[in-house]
């Protein structure tokens, strides 16, 4: 169902069903042959496995449930090198914690990847999300130790429901925030220690969702002015001006 080549092109890892359940198989690409075949236990299946090192890549779990197998998130993370050595757990909530408190605590976040570190193929970011009325809700950037698991957060969010954008160098320049009617919302850019507000489309008339950062450092995002579709391309946040790749007369890109 995926296919993900490694950094230094000598390894894929594949996502591919094994009865009711999908598994994350390690092949080199000299000739195909299969270097690991990793099954969670538990008839978890594997989920967006992502490289995090020229040697060393983790993925997400899921459940298939129900007639047509829906998979379901459980949240969980996991980490391995190609040829399966120095596993660790990273996320898992099949042990929570000994009080209703940690226990409510723990079920209402939900980690996700969002940059590898390029000068230590050990850590990554990842972003964690807390639901409100939880101790801590809102959204964190946190370094994660895939060898050892620990995590430290880096920064939080300007305010709720908002995502992160980091670019190639691994720095969190954006945050994506919604309203709770999903059509406004504001954009943040990250300045030094600081978040800054650069477009509030209750205010300006204008959306824009940034989508990634290129290595020249051109912001690409899906941008309109609600006269017409929106249109994916570059675009300078701070007044909006955007030059669409792709914009369609009738649909709007996700």
């Known amino acids: 169902s995926s296919v993900r080549i490694s950094p230094t092109g000598e390894f894929l890892a594949v996502v591919a069903p094994r009865g009711d359940q999908d598994v ?4 080199r690409t000299s000739d195909l042959s299969i270097v690991r075949l990793n099954q969670l236990p538990d008839k978890k299946s594997v989920f967006q496995p992502r490289w995090v090192g ?5 993925f997400g779990a899921i459940r298939k449930i129900g007639t047509f ?9 996991y980490a391995v090198d190609a040829d399966g050595g120095r596993p660790r757990t990273i996320v898992t909530y099949d042990t929570l914690g000994p009080t209703d408190r940690a226990r409510q605590a723990q079920m209402g976040e939900r980690y996700g990847m969002l940059h590898p570190m390029l ?9 964690v999300t807390r639901a ?25 969010a300007p305010r709720a429901d908002c ?5 190639a160098q691994a720095q969190v320049r954006f945050a994506n ?5 999903m059509i406004n919302g504001e954009l943040y850019e990250r300045r030094g220690n600081r978040w800054e507000l650069i477009n509030r489309s209750a205010d300006t008339g204008m959306r824009i969702r940034v989508s990634d ?18 249109g994916f391309g570059v675009v300078t946040p701070a007044n909006g001006e955007d030059t669409a790749s792709f914009r369609d007369p009738v649909t709007e890109p996700l």
């Not at 000068?119 to 972003?127: C, F, I, N, P, R």
């Open 132 to 156: 409100r009325g939880i101790e801590g809700s809102g959204s964190e950037v946190v370094l994660v130790d895939t060898l050892s698991g620990r995590k430290s957060t880096q920064l939080r």
């Open 163 to 167: 995502g992160f954008v980091a670019d």
């Open 54 to 58: 020229p040697n060393r890549l983790m």
């Open 213 to 230: 950062i290129a290595p020249d450092g051109r912001v690409y995002a899906i941008a309109d002015h609600r006269q017409r579709p929106a």
């Open 69 to 77: 197998a829906q998979p379901v998130g459980l949240g969980e993370w």
């Open 119 to 127: 000068e230590d193929d050990t850590k990554v970011l990842m972003t």
């Open 177 to 181: 925030c919604f309203d709770d009617d």
């Open 24 to 27: 994350l198989v390690i092949m």
